[in-house]
């Protein structure tokens, strides 16, 4: 799908208008046992896979090398006013950011929208129980320096959107295919451990506009989704699509019975203002298959 940053902005109007009853939405969700298929599957995973879903379907990713964050000569990441071809040190630790629409990809064949498929990473940013406690957010344990975590994230996050979203709680009550099983929270598999949401932050109007630091936090807890027609695919190049869901009903449950796993309805919930798409600079290199024992 090609990136509109008009719709983004619109988008994001609506969002931040939507965000308080969002935030503290707390409609069932079921709750997946280990009775169901893909709560066996899961568990069988590699240690380079996690799920995935498309075409209603629960699928398996395996990722056979690292993340790329793209970089332009002209971008200026790190927001001190020098341009990465002049600035050495934005070259030395990744800024993968949310908010912003390369136009090259790591392919280094033409526009990303062209040369890569798209991975629409689900952000469950309801809150189910309306969490007021800043401690439950995901703690400072391993986290790379310079990054908000453990109750200084928990707060910010209140105070920008009115509860603690279950995408940044060290233990969601809600499931998410990242982290992996077993892994701890603010990770995945071939993933960057952070990312910087200040582009997205300030077109929310959550921080000012245009941002002047990077706002960098855990990688959240996160899904998956992918076009129908890339639900089995060899390893290629993805650029990653932040979506922030609003609504704790349109969560997908573990095995898929339920919620957004769909591109269809994924796009369904976009344009009835309950989640957001946004771009970014973050891409992964990964398999696409439909998982094991599913149907």
Excluded at 3 to 23: D, E, K, Q, T, Y
Excluded at 42 to 48: F, G, H, I, R, V
Excluded at 257 to 268: A, L, R, W
Excluded at 270 to 284: D, H, M, Q, R, T
Aim: aromatic content about 8%.
């Amino acid at each position: 799908m090609k990136f509109r940053v008009s719709g983004f902005l619109l988008g994001a109007v609506m969002l931040a208008m939507a965000l308080p009853a969002f935030a503290q939405d707390s409609a069932p969700t079921s709750t997946p046992t280990a009775a169901q298929p893909a709560a066996a599957s899961s568990a069988s995973l590699q240690p380079n896979q996690t799920a995935g879903f498309g075409n209603s379907k629960v699928l398996t990713f395996t990722y056979t090398q690292n993340f790329d964050c793209v970089d332009q000569p002209l971008d200026d990441l790190n927001f001190n006013g020098v341009p990465a071809e002049s600035d050495p040190g934005e070259m030395q630790t990744p800024i993968c950011q949310a908010g912003i629409q390369p136009t090259i990809g790591p392919p280094n064949n033409g526009n990303p929208i062209n040369s890569t498929e798209p991975l629409y990473v689900l952000v469950p940013m309801f809150s189910t129980n309306n969490d007021q406690n800043p401690n439950d957010a995901i703690s400072c344990d391993n986290v790379v320096a310079g990054t908000a975590c453990g109750p200084a994230l928990g707060s910010f996050l209140i105070s920008a959107f009115g509860a603690l979203p279950e995408g940044f709680k060290a233990t969601p009550s809600v499931y998410t295919q990242c982290p992996d099983p077993g892994s701890p929270p603010g990770t995945c598999t071939m993933h960057a451990s952070r990312l910087d949401l200040a582009p997205a932050l300030a077109a929310l109007g959550k921080i000012p506009s245009p941002p002047t630091a990077n706002v960098f936090v855990p990688t959240p807890n996160h899904s998956h989704i992918v076009l129908n027609k890339d639900s089995k695919i060899k390893a290629i190049w993805w650029q990653v699509d932040p979506v922030l869901v609003m609504n704790q009903s349109d969560w997908p449950t573990q095995d898929g019975s339920s919620g957004i796993t769909s591109f269809k309805e994924m796009q369904t919930v976009i344009k009835a203002g309950a989640a957001v798409e946004v771009p970014s600079n973050f891409y992964l290199f990964f398999s696409s298959a439909k998982m094991g024992n599913m149907k």
